[in-house]
């Protein structure tokens, strides 16, 4: 079936870098564009990232531009996020999740089961 | 950045009992709008999009409607696995973004 599985978070102290990972299975990973999206404990959801199927198309959100990179290994059916100069406000659970695009628009259909990232000294 | 905007924040409900929440985007999204159950603890669910198109394998109870700026989530008839928190994201602009959630509880 369709799954995602999410790796790498953990505590960092202020000013860390942190590489996230998103595992994909039970699709063909190259032909979706791919989004990292956070929830803050308590709090609503934020959009973070996309990335296109060829990995040559991406975006930020203002507030992870210059800090985050997000990156795709197809080979490898996973998809990534390298996180420096974290802060305490970045502290959330980071999701992975597949954005198809259906009568168009994108969606986010699948997600996976989240990862925490504790940034705190 | 289009802002969402959702209302209520939260509502208390018993099953049985229809449901309405509603979305607002800050400029016209066409029906560029999803909508997500989430679960504490547990990771957003889609239930609708493109405004109105019932994602696979979600019940028929939840309907979407709307276009513009203007978005309404109804659920028919509440059942008990149904109280969680609902939000609404706008994918018509980058960045993506999302309505704060509306917590559905008994």
């Known amino acids: 079936q369709v799954q995602l599985v999410e790796s790498g978070g953990g505590l960092v102290k202020p000013g860390g870098s942190l590489r996230l990972s998103c595992a994909a299975s039970?699709?063909?990973?190259?032909?979706?564009?791919m989004s990292w999206i956070r929830q803050a404990p308590g709090k609503g959801l934020e959009w973070l990232s996309y990335l296109n199927g060829g990995g040559g198309t991406k975006y930020y959100a203002d507030s992870v531009k210059g800090r985050f990179t997000i990156s795709r290994d197809n080979a490898r059916n996973s998809l990534f996020l390298e996180m420096h100069s974290l802060r305490a406000d970045d502290t959330a659970v980071y999701f992975c999740?597949?954005?198809?695009?259906?009568?168009?628009?994108?969606?986010?259909?699948?997600w996976g089961q989240g990862t925490l990232v504790t940034v705190s000294s | 950045d289009i802002q969402m905007t959702q209302s209520p924040s939260s509502l208390s409900a018993s099953v049985g009992d229809r449901v309405t929440i509603t979305c607002r985007a800050s400029r016209t999204i066409i029906n560029y709008l999803n909508w997500y159950q989430q679960k504490p603890g547990k990771a957003p669910n889609l239930l609708i999009h493109a405004g109105s198109t019932l994602q696979n394998g979600v019940p028929s109870r939840f309907s979407g409607s709307g276009s513009g700026t203007n978005f309404t989530l109804t659920i028919s008839s509440l059942q008990p696995e149904d109280f969680a928190t609902y939000s609404c994201q706008q994918s018509y602009y980058t960045p993506f973004t999302f309505g704060p959630g509306t917590k559905v509880d008994i």
């Open positions: 999740a597949r954005a198809p695009l259906r009568l168009g628009a994108y969606s986010f259909d699948t």
């Open positions: 039970g699709f063909t990973f190259s032909d979706y564009y």
